[in-house]
């Protein structure tokens, strides 16, 4: 009895080790714009909304901070904090990240920065926000410089 129960028991984990499902596949994310519209009209607007509700303004009347002053400017620059975390999230579709792993950590980098702004955000920070939004100015200059291919110079104009 005692042997039968060992050999089930080694049967069993047998079985268990070679057995093991393969995972199911992901599931069928379909890019509906190329990069640069993503840029344009999601990521850009995003990163405009966060950079442009803090900083210092120097107009003829004088110098003033600019910052959110209510809870629904907060809110505003709240959304656009999020648009660019999940706008990480589409670039690292297969169709967009091509499966390299430097575009992909530049997609989370700024996941990260989008975050660390949401937190300032809640914390109602603005110091903090001013200098999260230069860290986020920091990834998407760092992608840029890796990937953003420059449009080739124009010909000279002929005499």
């Known amino acids: 009895m005692r042997q039968s129960a060992w050999l089930l028991s080694l049967v069993v984990l047998g079985a268990s080790a070679c057995g093991s499902p393969s ?15 993503l840029m344009l009209n999601v990521l850009d607007p995003a990163a405009d909304g966060v950079w442009e509700s803090v900083g210092t303004v120097a107009t003829i009347e004088g110098v003033f901070e600019k910052f959110p002053a209510t809870d629904d400017e907060w809110a505003g620059v709240r959304g656009y904090a999020i648009q660019l975390a999940e706008s990480g999230n ?3 579709l297969p169709q967009r990240s091509n499966g390299s792993a430097e575009w992909i950590a530049d997609a989370q980098a ?7 702004a949401l937190k300032a955000i ?3 920070d603005k110091d903090a926000l001013f200098t999260i939004g230069g860290d986020i100015y920091d990834v998407c ?6 990937f953003v291919v420059q449009a080739p110079a124009a010909p000279a ?3």
């Open 90 to 92: 589409l670039l690292m």
């Open 157 to 159: 104009a002929r005499p």
């Open 110 to 116: 700024l996941i990260t920065q989008s975050g660390r």
């Open 23 to 37: 995972p199911p596949p992901p599931p069928p994310f379909q890019a509906t714009v190329n990069v640069k519209d």
């Open 122 to 124: 809640e914390a109602k």
């Open 141 to 146: 200059t760092s992608c840029h410089n890796k």
